[in-house]
C-alpha cells in the first residue's frame, strides 16, 4: 500500500511540475539570436542508418511496442543533463508505449562533482573521492560513465532514488539493477537491503564488470550495502556506474558526461567499448568538443584522429548506429575572446560526417556563429563565461534538437509537415 500511494503521488507530481515547448515564444522575442534555417540535420537524408532509425520511431510513435536506445555524450553539458533530460522527456512521454526504462546513471555526488536533478544517488561522501577521466592527474579504472567513484572504508549504505525532479508522465521503475565496479577485485560484497522487494538472483558478469540482481517486483528506490569482507585487505571498491532496469519496450536516452571530457579523456576509460556493447545503441549523439577547442595550442589533425577514432568505435559496436555529430556553440576563451577554434571544428565535422554517412546539427551556425555567444548572454541564456547556458538557454536547445529531429522523421515517413512538432508540443505541456 505503500509502494502503491507513492506511485500514484508521483504521477499527479509529474503531471503538475511538466516542461513546455519554450521556442515558439523566444523567437517572437529574440528571433535575432537564432537561425532558424540553418536548424536542421544535415546530411540524414543520405544516410541509411537514420532513416531506419526514424521507421523505428515511427513505428513506436504508431504504439506498437518497439525499443530504441540513444546515448548522447558530452562534457559538463551533457553531465548536467538539462537538455537531454528535456529530449528524453519529450519522447518517453509519447505515448503509452514509448517510456522505458531510465537505465544507465552515475552517482556523481559520490564523486564530489555536480549530479542531474532527475535521480538521487545518497550515501556518506566524506567516504568516497572522486575520479574524472578528464583530470590528467587522476588515475584510476573508468567505464562508460568517465568518472569513478571511489570507497576504502569498511561499509557504507547507498541509496538509489529513480525519480527526483523528473517530468515523465509515469515514474521511472525497475526490478533489475545493475552495479559496475571493479568485479576483479573481490574485496567487498553488496547486499540489497530493502525489506519491501526480495533478491530474487545475483549474478556476477567479470566480462563487462558488473552484478545484476533482478528483484522480485518493481521498485522506484533501493538501498544497496557496500561492505568489505572480513580480513580483506584495503583496496579500493570504484564504483563506475548504476543501471536501473526493467522489461518495458520503449526509449531509453543514455546521458554519458564528464564536466571537462573531451576525446581523448573517453579514450583514458579502459572499460568503455567493452560496456558499451551492452547496449549497442540505435542512434549516438557525440557533443564532445567544446573542451577540445578551450585551448591556445588547438591542432586540428589531432582532432580529427580523436573524433574519427571515437567514430570507428561506435561502429564496431554497432555499423548500423545512426550517429549524430553536433558542432560545439560558439564560446569565449577566458571569457575575453571569442573562441576561432570552433570554426575549424565545423570544418571537420562536416567532413567526418560526409565521410561516414553520418548527420550534423550545427548549433555553432545555428546560435550565430562567432562571437554569438555575446549576444546569448545579453539575452539570458548564457551565463558569464559563455561557454555554459543558463536553465532557459538548454531548454531553447533541447527545442532546436527536437524540432531539427522530428521535421527530418516527417520527411523520412512523409507525414505531413509540422504535425509531429505539434504533437510534442502538447505532450510536453
Known sequence: MKRLLLTTL????????????????????????????????????????????????????????????IFHIGGSHIQADIYSNKLRTYFQNMNGVSMSQRGFIFPYHLAHTNNPLNYRVEADKSK???????????????????????????????????????????????????????????????????????????TLNPDANYREFRLDQETEEI?????????????????????LMNDEPGVEYTSIGANGAKFKSYERCNYFENQLKLYKPDMFIVSIGTNDAYTRNFEPQEFRDHYEKFIEMILRVNPKCAILLTVPNDS?????????NTAIQQEIIYE?????????WDFYQIM?????????????????????????????????????????????????????????????E
Open 10 to 69: 508521483c504521477i499527479v507530481y509529474y503531471h503538475v511540475h511538466a516542461q513546455h515547448y519554450v521556442l515558439d515564444s523566444v523567437t517572437n522575442e529574440m528571433g535575432g539570436l537564432i537561425d532558424m534555417q540553418a536548424n536542421s540535420l544535415k546530411f540524414a537524408d543520405d544516410s541509411p542508418n537514420f532513416r531506419n532509425f526514424f521507421d523505428q520511431l515511427d513505428s513506436l510513435y504508431e504504439g506498437k511496442k518497439e525499443k530504441l536506445h
Open 332 to 340: 569565449f576563451f577566458k571569457k575575453r575572446y571569442p573562441n576561432k
Open 223 to 243: 538501498k544497496l550495502i557496500v561492505r568489505r569482507k572480513a580480513s580483506s585487505p584495503a583496496v579500493d571498491f570504484l564504483l563506475m556506474g548504476l543501471e
Open 128 to 202: 568516497w573521492k572522486g575520479y574524472r577521466c578528464s583530470v590528467s592527474y587522476h588515475d584510476t579504472d573508468w567505464g562508460l560513465s568517465g568518472v569513478t567513484a571511489s570507497f576504502n572504508d569498511v561499509v557504507d549504505t547507498i541509496r538509489i532514488k529513480s525519480n527526483y525532479k523528473n517530468y515523465t508522465r509515469q515514474p521511472y521503475c525497475f526490478n533489475k539493477l545493475r552495479v559496475f565496479y571493479n568485479t576483479w577485485q573481490d574485496n567487498y560484497e553488496l547486499i540489497v537491503s530493502d525489506s519491501l522487494v526480495t533478491v530474487v538472483s545475483d
Open 352 to 360: 567526418l560526417a560526409q565521410k561516414y554517412d553520418m548527420a550534423v
Open 368 to 428: 550565430g556563429g562567432i562571437g554569438a555567444s555575446q549576444q546569448w548572454y545579453e539575452n539570458g541564456l548564457m551565463p558569464n563565461d559563455r561557454i555554459h547556458f543558463t536553465k532557459l538557454g538548454y531548454s531553447i536547445k533541447a527545442d532546436l534538437l527536437l524540432k531539427a529531429m522530428v521535421e527530418q522523421w516527417e520527411r523520412f515517413t512523409a507525414r505531413p509537415e509540422n504535425s509531429l512538432l505539434t504533437y510534442f508540443k502538447s505532450v510536453g
